[in-house]
């Protein structure tokens, strides 16, 4: 009896160690119930979140386009003509480069962007557009070239550039027949001779108003973007440009007396956000019909030899002064004369020029 207690006592804690420990065991051997499979909820896809669209960008941009493709338009014309006629225009011809640079800062403050975006412009000035038949063009300057020296001196850059580089080239202009141009192509810089270019030095703008006219003030001459879209063709548009340059060697905004009128309206609509009509439309006289005879006659003549056909000068003018009447503010009859005195005397200078290019005479008039 004596033996069995310690055995059983040591199977009693034998029994209450080893419970816990099978239980334990136990648990970690038994699987857990599986729970019952759950159906998953459908994905909703999510639907791509589109860019925003800045339109007012957008829209610059495309207001930008509209405007550099009418300054190419306008310089294109006016350039055979200002290249065609220093013989003509007598005191106003100078040497010229013979082409256009601008940079993005050339533009007012809200089309600065846009002129990054679509033509590329940055702080360096850039070749716009090369007048046909100039040095430049003869040289092989193109559209596109970055302008980096003129003589090794370095031209400007940045927001005044524009400005800073006339400094620079007026006094090389100025001083010689030619120059030495660098400017930058496709990454490598690249000297070119560049013969200057002997041509009628008048400034030529766009106007941005709706108002079919154009203006001479006896240093620039402009036409409105009304005026641009009423010339059906280039041929047209040339009769318009010569007309006004004519106005300008003929000095007829001094000797009658609206220059300072004209410039004020010019400088108006040069700007991107004209005033619709300023006071100074309505100062501006009609230019008498001897006038605008004599302009026709010398603005014809330029047109022939810049190359364009002058036959249908008279169905143009009387389209203008059909569809322009002179009772409309700031129309272009309101300013220049259009009668029978004046159409009949475009048929016979553009007879006149017809005969001396059948007989290769001189087309002077």
């Not at 200002?82 to 100078?94: D, W």
């Not at 810089?189 to 108003?209: E, I, Q, R, S, W």
């Amino acid at each position: 009896m004596q033996m069995s207690a310690p055995t059983s006592r040591r199977q009693q804690i034998l029994a209450a160690t080893l419970l816990p420990l099978m239980l334990m065991l136990g648990a970690c051997e038994t699987p857990a119930p599986k729970a019952a499979p759950t159906e998953a909820a459908p994905v909703t896809p999510v639907a791509p979140v589109a860019p925003q669209v800045d339109t007012a960008k957008l829209q610059r941009e495309a207001d930008f386009r509209d405007m550099y493709a009418q300054q190419s338009r306008l310089y294109r014309v006016a350039g055979s003509l200002l290249v065609a006629n220093p013989s003509l225009c007598r005191h106003s011809a100078r040497n010229l480069l013979g082409f256009t640079a601008k940079n993005k800062y050339s533009y007012s403050s809200e089309y600065i962007d846009a002129a990054h975006e679509v033509l590329g412009l940055d702080d360096q000035l850039q070749v716009m557009h090369v007048m046909t038949g100039s040095g430049a063009a003869s040289a092989g300057i193109q559209s596109g070239d970055r302008l980096v020296a003129v003589n090794g001196i370095p031209l400007p850059q940045g927001a005044n550039a524009e400005h800073q580089a006339g400094a620079v080239l007026g006094p090389e202009i100025s001083e010689h027949t030619s120059i030495s141009l660098t400017v930058n192509r496709a990454g490598a810089d690249m000297t070119v001779k560049v013969p200057l270019t002997h041509a009628c030095a008048f400034l030529v703008l766009n106007g941005n108003t709706d108002q079919v006219n154009s203006y001479a003030d006896g240093i620039r001459v402009m036409v409105t973007k009304g005026m641009m879209n009423a010339t059906q063709t280039d041929e047209e548009l040339a009769y318009v440009l010569s007309n006004e340059m004519a106005h300008n060697v003929l000095g007829h905004p001094n000797k009658s007396h609206m220059h300072d009128a004209t410039a004020q309206v010019i400088d108006n609509y040069a700007r991107v956000h004209p005033e619709p009509s300023s006071a100074n439309d309505a100062q501006i006289k009609s230019s008498t019909a001897d006038y605008e005879v004599a302009a026709d006659r010398l603005g014809l003549y330029m047109a022939a030899r810049a190359g364009y056909a002058v036959a249908n000068a008279n169905a143009f003018w009387s389209r203008i002064a059909a569809t322009n009447p002179p009772t409309d503010a700031g129309s272009y009859t309101s300013t220049h004369a259009i009668n029978a005195a004046r159409l009949s005397a475009i048929t016979r200078v553009a007879s006149e020029i017809k005969t001396k290019q059948a007989t290769k005479k001189a087309l002077t008039p």
